[in-house]
T-cell receptor, first 113, second 113 residues
Framework: ETGVTQTPRHLVMGMTNKKSLKCEQH?????MYWYKQSAKKPLELMFV???????ENNSVPSRFSPECPNSSHLFLHLHTLQPEDSALYLC????????????FGPGTRLTVT | ELKVEQNPLFLSMQEGKNYTIYCNYS?????LYWYRQDPGKSLESLFV?????AVKQEGRLMASLDTKARLSTLHITAAVHDLSATYFC?????????????FGKGTKLSVKP
């Protein structure tokens, strides 16, 4: 595997379900990010982890719960979602330093029914 | 609050023509990024601009940064169909949380024969 991978690529879940999104980066980076991309809003940063520590949480509802067990893996745990949470969820990684160029995964297309 | 505005949001152009996409942002920043997104795909990094007056070129695309005017441009020369995609600029707030990128809404470019 190379770059940033995400699983699953597509997910359909009911509002009472619990599911998790997984992201893995193979670039040796030490920062990872979750973004939400929907048709109605610009790309929104949800969570930032630098060196496995969460540094940003941009007022994301508690029904989204991130987990970063190490610098290569990032999870987004989902529970009791709403239909408006349907979107493309993108994971990215970067190297902490002067550039912070972020490399994105292919995304998980989430549909909440 | 940092705001990033792109214009135009939609651009339809003929092959062989030139055009410029503009990215304005509302506060000081010393880093600006351009990304490309193809339909149904993830974001691909195009350019990283790190200082005032920075200019980078790749093929038919050239990006520049004027930090005093808080403006970046993405110039397209002699457009070809393969350039059809959505282009995003993103700004990293100076002195803010490093890696916290604020994205514009994107410019959807369609190049027609």
């Amino acid at each position: 595997e190379t770059g940033v991978t995400q699983t699953p690529r597509h997910l359909v879940m009911g509002m009472t379900n619990k599911k998790s999104l997984k992201c893995e980066q193979h670039l040796g980076h030490n920062a990872m990010y979750w973004y939400k991309q929907s048709a109605k809003k610009p790309l929104e940063l949800m969570f930032v982890y630098n060196f496995k520590e969460q540094t940003e949480n941009n007022s994301v509802p508690s029904r989204f719960s991130p987990e970063c067990p190490n610098s290569s893996h990032l999870f987004l745990h989902l529970h009791t979602l709403q239909p408006e949470d349907s979107a493309l969820y993108l994971c990215a990684s970067s190297q902490v330093g002067t550039v912070y160029e972020q490399y994105f995964g292919p995304g998980t297309r989430l549909t909440v029914t | 609050e940092l705001k990033v505005e792109q214009n135009p949001l939609f651009l339809s152009m003929q092959e062989g023509k030139n055009y410029t996409i503009y990215c304005n942002y509302s506060t000081t920043s010393d880093r600006l990024y351009w990304y490309r997104q193809d339909p149904g795909k993830s974001l691909e990094s195009l350019f990283v601009l790190l200082s005032n007056g920075a200019v980078k070129q790749e093929g038919r695309l050239m990006a520049s940064l004027d930090t005093k005017a808080r403006l970046s441009t993405l110039h397209i020369t002699a457009a070809v169909h393969d350039l059809s995609a959505t282009y995003f600029c993103a700004v990293d707030t100076e002195g803010g949380s490093q890696g916290n990128l604020i994205f514009g809404k994107g410019t959807k470019l369609s190049v027609k024969p």
